[in-house]
Nanobody, 123 residues
Framework: QVQLVESGGGLVQAGGSLRLSCAASGRTLRNYAMGWFRQAPGKEREFVAT????????DYADSVKGRFTISRDNAKNTVYLVMNSLKPEDTAVYYC????????????????WGQGTQVTVSS
């Protein structure tokens, strides 16, 4: 079983930056594609970014492309999401996910989820 714990969320002004981390325990993430999703109040959970097990393939939602960067350190069993030029519409709970066999935008392909970390962007 894999346990995922997100950290790094907080309150930031529009235009600011945050770095989210997702630390895994219980099993190595080395063989899994990883993803970040987010859920705003009253909305469905949506795809943000995904990365292959090697880190060589990434994919981003159009709404964050060019502003967010996903990366991973398999030696540390950790995945990161660097968020720049944040906008109020980026406000959401951000979730880390693991278990997909390849990078994907589909929530159902991920077997393991963290508890989420709140990101709030003020205007």
């Amino acid at each position: 079983q894999v346990q995922l714990v997100e950290s790094g969320g907080g309150l930031v002004q529009a235009g600011g930056s945050l770095r989210l981390s997702c630390a895994a325990s219980g099993r190595t993430l080395r063989n899994y594609a990883m993803g970040w999703f987010r859920q705003a109040p009253g909305k469905e959970r949506e795809f943000v970014a995904t990365i292959s097990w090697s880190g060589g393939v990434t994919d981003y939602a159009d709404s964050v492309k060019g502003r967010f960067t996903i990366s991973r350190d398999n030696a540390k069993n950790t995945v990161y999401l660097v968020m720049n030029s944040l906008k109020p519409e980026d406000t959401a709970v951000y979730y880390c996910a693991a278990g997909a066999t390849s990078p994907t935008r589909k929530r159902s392909w991920y077997d393991h989820w963290g508890q989420g970390t709140q990101v709030t962007v003020s205007s």
